[in-house]
């Protein structure tokens, strides 16, 4: 079985700039959230999506993220513009349902702004 | 609310050593707690959960925690520590319910293994 898969795993970018992460998660897993993990913290829950709907998006600095789960499979997270404090491992993780105690990681992508 | 604190950033072992990585919660609702690990440049893996059955969960690995509501922590042990246990470990909370994917992770715990 594939794992959750993410592009690209490093981005370096300048401030203002914009960004977009891709996440493809494992087949049938409806449940699907990007997670922030600033260097030296644990990762903090952005959003959540069950099949192409939100169901927690309280954590998503909305003036500057944005995330999309069309047709309920991969989905993208943008940035923009980024600031430096938004450089951070963005994690994206699946799950086969919302009531799912296990939820299974991608690599990430490591993003640098500067 | 949730919260999770882990009592040290670092800890350091040597190889047979038992580990002992602390993590201790705070919850308004009966909680569910997770032990996660992450290898450099890789996603997390989940070693061992508690989700209201048995105080003491086994993982992988050879990884044991203990669930103590009394002293509201959560700590994560082995017998005898191996050169791949090194590794970051992170705790985690979830209220469980509805909302059973919204988890809460402590900073983190570092390990290493000396020979």
């Known amino acids: 079985e594939a794992g959750v898969a993410q592009s690209p795993r490093y981005k370096i970018i300048e401030k203002r700039q914009s960004v977009a992460f891709w996440c493809n998660p494992i087949?049938?897993?409806?449940?699907l959230y990007w997670y922030q993990q600033i260097l030296g913290q644990g990762p903090k829950l952005l959003i959540q999506f069950q099949n192409n709907g939100v169901v927690d998006d309280s954590q998503l600095p909305k003036d500057r993220f944005s995330a999309e789960r069309l047709k309920g499979v991969d989905s993208t997270l943008k940035i923009q513009p980024a600031k430096l404090e938004d450089s951070a491992v963005y994690l994206c993780?699946?799950?086969?349902?919302?009531?799912?105690?296990?939820?299974?990681f991608g690599p990430g992508t490591r993003l640098t702004v500067t | 609310a949730q919260s999770v604190t882990q009592l040290g950033s670092h800890v350091s072992v040597s190889e047979g050593a038992l580990v002992l990585l602390r993590c201790n919660y705070s919850s308004s609702v009966p909680p569910y707690l997770f032990w996660y690990v992450q290898y450099p440049n890789q996603g997390l893996q989940l070693l061992l959960k508690y989700t209201s059955a048995a105080t003491l969960v086994k993982g992988i690995n050879g990884f044991e925690a203990e669930f103590k509501k009394s002293e509201t922590s959560f700590h994560l042990t082995k017998p005898s520590a191996h050169m791949s246990d090194a590794a970051e470990y992170f705790c985690?909370?979830?209220?469980?319910?509805?909302?059973?994917?919204?988890?809460?992770f402590g900073q983190g715990t570092i390990l290493t293994v000396h020979p």
């Open positions: 087949s049938g897993h409806a449940t």
């Open positions: 993780a699946s799950s086969p349902g919302q009531f799912s105690y296990e939820q299974y």
């Open positions: 985690a909370v979830s209220p469980g319910g509805t909302s059973y994917g919204k988890l809460t």
